[in-house]
């Protein structure tokens, strides 16, 4: 969440006339389309800049949960549904296609509402588009609500309580500290045919440079990987890796449909795309069959421990 302090408190500023989408007033429901968007409502704010409690009349949203089900998830579902529902490209699965009562239980079951925003609003570019600035709204109108209703309280989800399922051994045993670039070459990446290659001599950082030189502990990158780094204790890159803000954790493991953890496959994803990629974005690295091999074995092990109950409950 990588400086949203400010960030957010202004969209909560900006938030404020969008809170309350009406759902009795066939004028104004929700499927209503302002260029393909949905159109909320413009119920003013209370003077104190809080949001006015729920009316009795049904014409308004009672809760956080309800204007994510008519306002949040239809957004939501539309912007991101083609990659993170069932059977999509992505992970995590965090999409549950028509049905919003149980994406508002994976929302929080991959922690992605706090007390200070949401990581869907902190997740920029992808595979996928980053939310535009008018859903980014939508979302931080929610997460206020959400906070409002007690938010703060829930924010523990399955995979904050997860890190004490990690192995240490294990994940030493995976040997991160050797991983390293790869060149693009006309032999080796995939699009090299377009003349997507790098040279030699225009290639910095790119060619067998350690991981470390850009992820040792940088939560923008989204994984942290401090092995072998001489100004970092030597443990901070196991303790980090616990974390899902920022969302260290969630290069290895994720939620499925079910709520449980599940590999996410996060590191050999990206590696995958990196061989996809144009030259001189995203250095390319390959993980080796035997490392990817004993990082299978630390989520395994992890996901093993969690289902049988010996750790994280």
């Known amino acids: 969440m990588r400086g949203l302090g400010s960030t957010f408190l202004l969209a909560v500023a900006a938030a404020t006339a969008v809170l309350v989408a009406a759902c009795g007033d066939e004028s104004m429901r929700l499927e209503r389309k302002n260029n393909g968007k949905p159109t909320p409502s413009d119920d003013p704010a209370q003077e104190d800049g809080t949001q006015a409690s729920a009316s009795t009349d049904g014409t308004q949203p009672a809760t956080g949960k309800e204007y994510f089900a008519t306002t949040v998830f239809p957004m939501l579902a539309g912007k991101c549904g083609a990659c993170h529902a069932a059977g999509g490209s992505a992970q995590p699965s965090w999409i549950a296609n028509g049905d919003p009562a149980k994406t508002y239980d994976l929302v929080y079951a991959n922690s992605f509402v706090t007390p200070t925003g949401s990581r869907l609003v902190d997740k920029g570019p992808h595979a996928g588009p980053a939310l535009a600035d008018d859903e980014k709204t939508i979302v931080l109108a929610w997460v206020t609500m959400e906070v409002k209703d007690g938010a703060a309280k829930q924010?523990?989800?399955?995979?904050?309580?997860?890190?004490?399922?990690?192995?240490?051994?294990?994940?030493?045993?995976?040997?991160?500290?050797?991983?390293?670039?790869?060149?693009?070459?006309?032999?080796?990446?995939?699009?090299?045919?377009?003349?997507?290659?790098?040279?030699?001599?225009?290639?910095?950082?790119?060619?067998?440079?350690?991981?470390?030189?850009?992820?040792?502990?940088?939560?923008a990158t989204g994984f942290v990987l401090a092995l072998g780094n001489p100004n970092l204790p030597a443990n901070i890159t196991f303790e980090e890796t616990k974390k899902v803000v920022p969302a260290y954790l969630q290069k290895y493991v994720t939620t499925g449909q079910d709520g449980k953890p599940v590999a996410s496959n996060g590191l050999a994803r990206k590696s995958d795309a990196t061989r996809k990629d144009k030259a001189y974005t995203h250095p390319m690295f390959v993980i080796p069959p035997d490392m990817q091999t004993r990082l299978d074995a630390f989520v395994t092990d992890a996901v093993t421990k969690w289902a049988a109950g010996t750790c994280g409950k």
């Open 155 to 219: 924010t523990n989800g399955v995979l904050e309580k997860f890190g004490s399922c990690l192995d240490q051994a294990a994940f030493t045993a995976i040997g991160l500290e050797k991983l390293v670039t790869t060149r693009r070459t006309a032999q080796n990446n995939a699009n090299a045919v377009q003349g997507w290659e790098e040279q030699a001599n225009t290639c910095t950082g790119c060619d067998n440079t350690p991981c470390r030189a850009c992820h040792s502990l940088d939560d």
